[in-house]
């Protein structure tokens, strides 16, 4: 009976710590993604130099909120978001507007595909 309670004890802790870290992982990735909304406002007024400030702060925010992912995620995909952020830097910094749409809704449908990728449900156990 001893064993059982300790079982069930680790066994919620890894439940909870699991959506714990998805809970997390969402919140991160959703302030990410008003960032690149905020650079995508910026192209649409044709405001480069403020669609670059964007998203230098988008590099800051990435620093800060996502440096605990490589923890819990695949180094791959992190890899590609940080190229991805790369490529969108330099297309708004050459006014490339339509490198920087497309470099731009690349890198939000990987953010997106983050959290939705590492929720605890049936299909992704499975």
């Known amino acids: 009976m001893r064993l059982l309670s300790v079982l069930l004890i680790i066994f919620a802790v890894v439940v909870s710590l699991g959506f714990w870290t998805n809970h997390l992982l969402q919140a991160s990735a959703s302030e990410l993604l008003q960032n690149i909304e905020r650079i995508e406002e910026g192209l649409e007024r044709n405001q480069w130099d403020d669609a670059y400030a964007q998203i230098t702060e988008l590099e800051k ?9 490589p923890t819990v995620l695949d180094h791959q995909e992190i890899d590609n978001i940080e190229f991805s952020m790369a490529k969108a830097k330099e297309y708004v910094a050459k006014k490339d507007i339509a490198l920087s749409w497309g470099q731009l809704t690349e890198l939000k449908l990987m953010i997106q595909h ?3 990728k590492e929720a605890i449900r049936l299909k992704n156990i499975l």
């Open 61 to 69: 925010a990435w620093d800060k909120k996502a440096k605990w992912w």
């Open 114 to 116: 983050i959290p939705e």
